[in-house]
């Protein structure tokens, strides 16, 4: 018997009952479309956070105080607690602007680029006419800051040096603050009330879009002096936003940094009074965490495909029981052991394949769509792993009840009932 034949047969047995077929496809289906789909989701959500985290630059170090208690040398999140420091909790030491000017030492600090000291006013509402809106972040910096943390102008322009040094009352906006208070207007030139003092817009920063549960497009950044005279007061800083001279010098430039800031604290031991994020390093760990999620969603979705081979052994049982007498008259025309054989290792590899492709199907057509807020994407491997994983299902799970079907007896399969 050729293998036309036995693929005859096979697709014959398969014909004979559709319904059971198709229930034993979509056991393979689901299983299949569960796994590239969670494999997607979790692609999707690992791109997105890094794409958040590449926002803010990838070789920008955030400085900030803190309580003693842990370091402020390596690593990503540093200062934290630990640090085997069992001691009392102690106020930090703020960060000055004398702390920011002493990073800018080329000598010291070779891998530092720039520094921008930052301030935060709160509570500011800002006013045109007759609109009012509460910016969640107003911040008071140097011209730097807007390439250290990835922020460009769509229209206008930045503030410099000389409004920093003259203490101009200048600001640039997010998208969000100029919708609310501008609608349709042009606002470049215009000038806005910030809790009752005067700013000139210059500029509107590109939209950025929404990181998780705040709105990085409600921001207005003016010049450090203006803030400081007119809303901040002249008391430390909120942080330092340092960029490094390439994002292969981050580590160093963490290092430098770190260095300088505990001769002028004078910190001796672990427990710095701040703290230092390092985007690079974050970036690392968040890729590293997510993938072993993706993984693991993939892990758990790949049970239902164990589920569904399952259903295959169970389905292809009861079809060599229905199919005995058929089994045994083709042994008793001469129809090999390895024909029989052959034909139910087929019928369930077909089965898997059909089902496999269909899961593929579904899958695409699925991540199409937005789940939970995350755009999923597609995986190649993940299919071709997924396929290949429900072929290989069919064979091993259809191996037993062929095995079974192959060693039947032509006078006992012809005297089954």
Same mark, same amino acid.
Do not use: C, W
């Given at each position: 018997?050729?293998? /036309? ?8 047995? /398969? ?30 959500? #690992? ?16 400085? #900030? ?58 509570? #500011? ?26 922020? +460009? ?44 003092? +005067? ?23 003016? +010049? ?62 968040? #890729? ?87 755009? !999923?994407?597609?995986? !190649? ?19 037993? !009840? ?7 007896? +032509? ?7």
């Amino acid at each position: 018997m050729n293998q /036309l034949e036995i693929l005859r047969f096979a697709l014959r047995g /398969l014909l004979a009952n559709k319904m059971r077929s198709s229930l034993t496809t979509l056991g393979i289906l689901i299983g299949v479309a569960a796994v590239i789909m969670l494999v997607a989701v979790g692609e999707g959500s #690992s791109q997105s956070i890094q794409r958040n985290i590449q926002r803010l630059g990838a070789n920008t170090l955030t400085i #900030s105080p803190q309580f003693s208690g842990g370091g402020g040398g390596g690593g990503g999140l540093r200062g934290q607690g630990g640090g085997g420091n069992t001691g009392p909790r102690t106020q930090a030491r703020q960060l000055s602007l004398a702390d920011a000017k002493a990073l800018t030492d080329k000598t010291l600090a070779p891998s530092v680029r720039s520094v921008s000291p930052v301030v935060t006013a709160s509570s #500011s509402t800002a006013a045109y006419g007759a609109a009012s809106h509460a910016i969640s972040q107003f911040v008071g910096t140097y011209p730097s800051y807007f390439e250290a943390v990835n922020k +460009p102008v769509a229209k206008g322009s930045y503030f410099f040096n000389d409004d920093v040094l003259a203490a101009r009352k200048v600001v640039v906006l997010g998208q969000t603050v100029v919708e609310e208070l501008f609608g349709t207007v042009d606002p470049i030139g215009k000038q806005i009330s910030v809790s009752g003092v +005067p700013f000139t817009v210059v500029g509107v920063l590109k939209e950025t879009g929404s990181t998780g549960m705040q709105d990085a497009d409600d921001v207005a950044i003016a +010049p450090l002096p203006a803030v400081q005279q007119s809303l901040s007061g002249f008391g430390s800083l909120s942080s330092v936003v340092v960029q490094a001279t390439g994002a292969d010098t981050t580590t160093a430039a963490q290092a430098e940094v770190t260095a300088i800031l505990n001769q002028r604290h004078g910190i001796k031991n672990d427990n710095a009074d701040f703290r230092i994020l390092n985007q690079a390093t974050l970036q690392e760990t968040v #890729s590293a965490a997510t993938g072993t999620f993706t993984v693991l969603l993939g892990a758990v979705a790949a049970i239902s495909l164990l589920v569904g081979g399952i259903g295959i052994t169970n389905i292809m049982l009861v079809t060599v029981t229905e199919r005995t007498r058929e089994i045994g008259i083709r042994k008793a025309i001469g129809a090999p052991r390895s024909a029989i054989l052959g034909q139910f290792l087929l019928e369930a590899t077909l089965l898997s394949l059909v089902g496999g492709l269909s899961g593929v199907l579904v899958a695409f057509i699925g991540t199409r769509f937005t789940i939970a807020g995350i755009e !999923p994407v597609l995986v !190649p491997s993940s299919v071709a792993l997924a396929l290949g994983v429900s072929v290989g299902i069919g064979l091993f799970f259809g191996s037993y !009840p062929a095995n079974r079907a192959a060693k039947l007896r +032509p006078i006992q399969a012809l005297r089954h009932e």
